[in-house]
């Protein structure tokens, strides 16, 4: 499915109208589309024209240039997580919907966790929100940050670090939240407002089981939208999508989406981001353990 909605003083219209663009109906072909077709034929002065200037220098949201296919795999496939528990048993198609929030095993209770989300961002097939929906997993969870056979940019010195960043990253920081029941009245983390018992609300497995959201306030705490299909990463007690947790730890190349070289005074981006997991468990859960909590800061 293809997203019309560019913005009008976006640089690739004009590079569309060029004498060079061989038919009409290629101005509403997708970047990728125009890569391959430029590769394909060796359509060199069309790839110069259209993919490498025009993509470093349109404004544009990213993800308005690219084809979101109806049949996106699941975000937990996407992740190479494997089956869990708190996978729901409902089909969502079969509801009417792309996705439904894991944890959640009957259809009445799906349809209550969707009747306090914003209308426009419900996955319903055929609707904004399926729309919005395949737009995050393409903003949120970039696949060059997934894997590094989606990534084309990365030196060949930098191969190590950033496989060492992709499996720490999975090891301590990413996760996929579940909605349950509040056992207990307590405090929304993002809102602070009350979560009374038996209300729905979202946990997420990298906190205490105590720690628990409103299923409209478990964000990104950087871009502030919902994170797509529960699916977050933990820094500091905050909650990110991955794409922001990234951009935390390494830059990212504004052209082509990468993120880069790690940032300089860490010998092993793992053996930080481990040493930080570590601290701040031992931190929150044995603060009595002074010693204990000294000891693993040195080992790192």
Not at 238 to 248: K, L, N, S, T
């Amino acid at each position: 499915m293809l997203d019309l909605q560019r913005h009008a003083d976006c640089p690739l219209w004009d590079a569309l109208a060029s004498p060079v663009v061989p038919w009409p109906g290629m101005r509403y072909a997708c970047v990728k589309v125009l890569h391959a077709y430029c590769k394909v034929f060796n359509k060199q002065e069309l790839y110069n024209l259209i993919v490498r200037k025009t993509c470093q220098e349109c404004k544009c949201p990213r993800e308005t240039h690219a084809v979101y296919h109806e049949q996106l795999t699941t975000v937990r496939e996407r992740l190479g997580f494997k089956h869990d528990t708190n996978t729901s048993r409902v089909d969502p198609r079969q509801m009417g919907y792309t996705w439904v929030p894991p944890g959640i095993l009957t259809s009445a209770k799906i349809q209550r966790y969707f009747d306090v989300i914003p209308p426009e961002k419900v996955p319903k097939i055929g609707t904004q929100g399926e729309r919005f929906r395949d737009k995050q997993l393409v903003y949120q969870l970039p696949k060059q940050d997934l894997a590094l056979d989606y990534c084309k940019h990365v030196e060949e010195q930098h191969r190590g670090s950033y496989e060492d960043f992709v499996a720490a990253r999975n090891e301590i920081a990413l996760d996929i939240g579940y909605v349950k029941d509040t056992p207990l009245a307590t405090k929304c983390t993002g809102c602070s407002d009350t979560l009374n018992q038996g209300e729905m609300a979202v946990t997420a497995p990298k906190f205490r089981e105590q720690t628990l959201w409103h299923p409209r306030c478990f964000k990104c705490t950087t871009c502030d939208e919902l994170l797509v299909d529960l699916t977050y990463c933990v820094h500091d007690d905050q909650i990110y999508c991955e794409r922001h947790y990234a951009e935390m730890l390494k830059p990212r190349c504004s052209a082509c989406d990468e993120v880069g070289a790690p940032l300089p005074t860490f010998p092993s981006a793992y053996n930080m981001y481990l040493n930080i997991a570590i601290n701040a468990y031992l931190h929150y859960h044995y603060p009595e353990r002074v010693n204990l909590f000294i000891l693993a800061s040195a080992l790192f």
